[in-house]
């Protein structure tokens, strides 16, 4: 039901309007009434009415004092005035506190009927509106955990850059405090599903991930990630007051209680790999490969459940730092779509027999990540590489030589070339067009393969090898080629001299122009020019 609440200094007046309708058939009850504005600000201190109406003039406190006082209590009320005066400022003042209007005495019942009735609508608006913002609301806050645990799952598999500041507002967006200290990355795993997995060991999992949710609370505020089936990840950043050595005994204390009561609770047999990020969120991405990495050893270590990535640090003496210097070239093979080029970049990084399996899937991991990351700028390739393979991670842990991975990783990276190739062939060709009108435009200029990058914002490695392969020459070649069809033009003019064709074409050394001229047509300029003429 609507409250409404009636305010005049003559009882007639308010028993006029009592009388006026039969309220509750309208969906409305009086709720009181009151002679003047204080007397009705007293009744209205623990009732909320919905509908006021007021006169304007009445002894100590009028309407548009009471109005104006009740509107800092009841934000939401709606304001009816009335008054057998008129009185246009007082009508700009009802204004003033959102009044649904101002009525002449005597009170015309229509015309009342008709101002309660839009009054209702306003209300009925107002709480439908404040229902709906309630709902979405309640739907963000119940999202919100999902969304904070995908962020942080897409920073540490290496799909979410943190290289601005876009990912850091979205995680305070999210009420996620991205940590800026060392971090502890914490690997959680339980024991191998294998394919055929029953149903409780599944539900089992979930055991896991439900009660270490409820275990780390002390340590840190952001939520377990889990990053595959049987693997969670945990990130606790490392208390300022604490050394490192206390810090390491802290963590593979809390670690073993953590095995402990899982193991307890859920029957799993669980393995924790730890590993420190020392630049905080911006390095967990690698830590957390690393951790990955010190975990996988549970299986081949036996009873050891708490591993530290530094635990191999000697093993990797000899791991090979070409991976690191060919990131960039596997990314410019993929983005060039160059099959050959990368299956000689992953052979080469993984060619060293004498890895362990783990090194071997550490190297396997950073080359993957080096792929997608290709496609972090478009989160449709990304989804599709994904429906390529769900979990290239734990594909590549299948294979049971270095031989085999690295066919699979050759394989699965050349089929995100190939992504790459479908999407942006149109724009790869509308780039060679781009390129070839500014040579044909700017030839006689010091046109260079680094100018032209710049222009159009990629590498030149990228550029040279994108012209190469779409015009079969060599962008210099083009270069060279479009100086020479303009200078042949050039000379077939009598007046023209050769120094002066030269110059003309971009060659500042006329003896160096005669050479390119004579390579490429296999005549000097000048037979050249004495022969068009005898010819002419």
Not at 183 to 204: C, F, Q
Not at 223 to 229: A, I, L
Not at 496 to 523: H, M, P, T
Request: proline letters at 3%; glycine letters at 6%; one cysteine or more.
């Amino acid at each position: 039901m609507i409250k409404l609440f009636i305010v005049d200094d003559e009882d007639m007046e308010r028993e006029g309007i009592r009388s006026l309708f039969d309220w509750s058939q309208l969906g409305i009850t009086i709720i009181g009434e009151a002679w003047n504005g204080q007397a009705a600000l007293e009744a209205l201190v623990d009732v909320e009415a919905d509908i006021v109406i007021t006169d304007v003039r009445m002894p100590g406190m009028n309407g548009l004092e009471f109005a104006s006082r009740l509107k800092r209590h009841y934000p939401n009320v709606k304001f009816i005035f009335i008054s057998g005066y008129e009185d246009f400022d007082a009508a700009r003042n009802a204004v003033d506190v959102s009044a649904v209007a101002y009525l002449m005495k005597p009170i015309n019942k229509e015309t009342l009927m008709d101002t309660i009735a839009g009054a209702i609508g306003r209300i009925q608006e107002e709480k439908h509106r404040e229902k709906e913002e309630v709902q979405l609301k309640h739907q963000v806050e119940e999202s919100l955990p999902l969304l904070r645990e995908q962020l942080l799952r897409d920073i540490l598999l290496g799909i979410e850059r943190i290289d601005d500041d876009r990912t850091m507002q979205r995680a305070a967006s999210y009420g996620l405090s991205l940590p800026a200290i060392p971090t502890a990355v914490m690997i959680v795993k339980a024991e191998e599903l294998g394919v055929d997995r029953e149903d409780s060991e599944h539900l089992k999992t979930i055991a896991v991930y439900r009660e270490l949710s409820g275990m780390i609370g002390e340590e840190t505020n952001l939520p377990v990630v889990m990053t595959r089936e049987g693997e969670y990840v945990v990130l606790i950043p490392c208390s300022p007051i604490l050394a490192q050595e206390d810090m390491e005994e802290h963590l593979e204390q809390t670690a073993a209680s953590w095995i402990q009561q899982l193991q307890r609770s859920t029957g799993m047999t669980l393995a924790i790999g730890i590993a420190l990020a020392e630049e905080g969120i911006r390095s967990c991405p690698r830590y957390y490969r690393m951790a990955r990495t010190a975990v996988g050893r549970k299986f081949y270590s036996g009873a050891q459940n708490v591993l530290w990535h530094e635990d191999d640090e000697g093993s990797w003496a000899h791991y090979p730092i070409v991976i690191h210097r060919s990131k960039a070239e596997l990314e410019e093979a993929i983005l060039t779509s160059d099959p050959a080029r990368i299956e000689q970049i992953v052979t080469a990084s993984l060619q060293g027999k004498s890895m362990k399996k783990e090194q071997a899937w550490f190297v396997a991991i950073d080359l993957l990540n080096t792929a997608l990351q290709t496609l972090a700028e478009k989160k449709e390739l990304v989804k599709a590489a994904f429906e390529q393979e769900k979990a290239p991670w734990e594909k590549l842990m299948q294979m049971d030589t270095i031989d085999s991975l690295a066919a699979w990783v050759v394989a699965y990276i050349q089929g995100i070339a190939e992504l790459i190739k479908k999407n942006q062939g149109n724009r790869n060709e509308h780039i060679v067009q781009t390129i070839k009108q500014w040579v044909k435009s700017e030839y006689m200029t010091d046109v260079t393969i680094n100018s032209i990058a710049g222009r159009v914002f990629l590498a030149p490695g990228y550029v040279r090898k994108l012209f190469k392969n779409h015009t079969g020459m060599t962008l210099k070649e083009y270069i060279v080629q479009t100086r020479m069809k303009n200078a042949s033009e050039l000379l077939r003019q009598p007046e023209r001299k050769v120094n002066e064709v030269a110059l003309a074409v971009g060659y500042e050394n006329v003896s160096y122009f005669c050479a390119v001229f004579k390579n490429f047509y296999g005549i000097s300029p000048g037979d050249f020019k004495d022969a068009y003429q005898i010819l002419a």
